[in-house]
């Protein structure tokens, strides 16, 4: 019997960082269900050591303070230039201005943002050839 295309695909692995236990576990759960494995954390400067091995980093940048959600992005990114960064976000605004190294600009999402909105987007980026 000849393996499904899903079946012979890498397992989708989705890093989750948010200070809220709520939307920490509301995801990992939405997405696990989806088939998905995750790894999460509360701590932003975690980005780096969660986002490893990951397909793409989920970050709730609202929940810490400015200079460490920078800081935290800018090691995960160089750390782990082929993870998608998705960055859900009550001002995306905000990340317009900071200075993304080529071919790693991260997804920005505006707040709501549903698991399914967040998972289609990923699997989309993907899907594309996105280049990370």
Known sequence: MCPTRSEQAAPLRVAIVSKNAETLGGLA?????????????????????????????????????????????????????????????NAPQRFDALGWPSGTTPLVMAKPAWGWTI?????AHLRDGDPR
Do not use: K
């Open 29 to 89: 759960a939405y997405l696990e269900r989806a088939g998905a494995t995750t790894v999460g954390t509360h701590e932003v400067a975690r980005s780096m050591r969660v986002g490893a091995g990951a397909l793409a980093i989920v970050v709730f940048p609202d929940d810490f303070d400015w200079e460490a959600v920078v800081a935290a992005l800018t090691a995960c990114v160089r750390a782990h230039p082929r993870v998608l960064q998705v960055l859900v976000t």
């Open 119 to 123: 998972l289609d987007a990923i699997r």
